[in-house]
């Protein structure tokens, strides 16, 4: 009989949490790694993290955007898991909560698109508010749209998740301008990593494509009523999308950091 490997397991675990809260050790990690930052102005950071100059201003490289991430995934997973805890206690808890379960993905998808655009395109400023702008009214806009009661009716079902799809696939077009135009964009460097923003890009497309054709139940009603219904199904894509993109979003945060300009 396999036995479970608790102490793996919470040893996975904690590493998982330790690397969501901690930024910074992650920046030191590469620090290590990469010896061309391990050198700078004849200064041996690897012994001794006596940074130089300018290792000091690029540690000071912004992080709220990778907040900004962590914080829609924990607002979008809470309006979630909310609804589906209290959601069934009455029709009234289910008709409000049920708003915000959809109405959460809004923020997520907004909110993970903030360290791409803000990294990637850091030198190119009109690009970066532009699309940062744009993604932020799209995101409100949607969300206060998901509260309505035009948006919940249930003939509106299609229109939710292809309202999600188009959105989600909207965000993909400044990373694809940073992978196809790249050479035009200032600060832009060939090291760029994308494939965990493509990876969650398409998490998201295959959960909503669950969530529109209703696809296992609508096939065999009654067979999963309890487990694997496309509901289900969605919010653990979902759920895989946020990671994804949580880890490109540290990979975003490593390739600005390695691509700083000199102060
Ligand atoms: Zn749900």
Avoid at 229 to 255: N, P, R, T
Wanted: glycine fraction near 8%; charge should be positive.
């Amino acid at each position: 009989m396999t036995k479970i490997n608790l102490t793996k397991i919470k040893g996975n675990f904690s590493s998982l949490i330790s690397s969501v809260i901690s930024v910074r050790e992650d920046i030191i990690d590469l620090i290590k790694l990469d010896p061309t930052l391990t050198k700078e102005n004849g200064t041996n950071l690897d012994n001794n993290f006596n940074l130089s100059l300018n290792s000091r201003k690029k540690k000071d490289l912004a992080r709220w955007p990778i907040f900004i991430i962590i914080l829609s995934a924990i607002t979008c997973l809470s309006f979630s898991a909310t609804f589906h805890l209290f959601g069934l206690m009455n029709a009234t808890y289910f008709n409000i909560l049920n708003r915000f379960d959809y109405g959460g993905i809004s923020l997520l998808i907004s909110g993970s698109c903030y360290p791409p655009y803000y990294y990637f395109f850091y030198y190119a400023i009109k690009y970066r508010n532009f699309y940062l702008i744009l993604i932020t009214s799209f995101g409100i806009g949607t969300f206060l749209y998901s509260l309505t009661d035009d948006f919940n009716k249930p003939q509106r079902r299609s229109l939710r998740g292809t309202l999600f799809l188009i959105f989600g696939l909207c965000t993909g077009i400044p990373i694809l301008h940073m992978a196809f135009f790249g050479n035009t964009i200032e600060g832009y460097s060939k090291d760029i990593i994308l494939i965990n923003w493509y990876l969650g890009g398409f998490s998201y497309v295959i959960g909503a494509l669950f969530y529109i054709l209703r696809f296992p139940e609508k096939k065999f009603p009654g067979k999963f009523d309890f487990f694997g219904a496309s509901h289900q199904i969605f919010h653990v894509l979902v759920f895989c999308g946020a990671l994804f993109h949580f880890m490109g979003s540290l990979d975003a945060y490593k390739y600005r950091f390695k691509n700083l300009k000199a102060y």
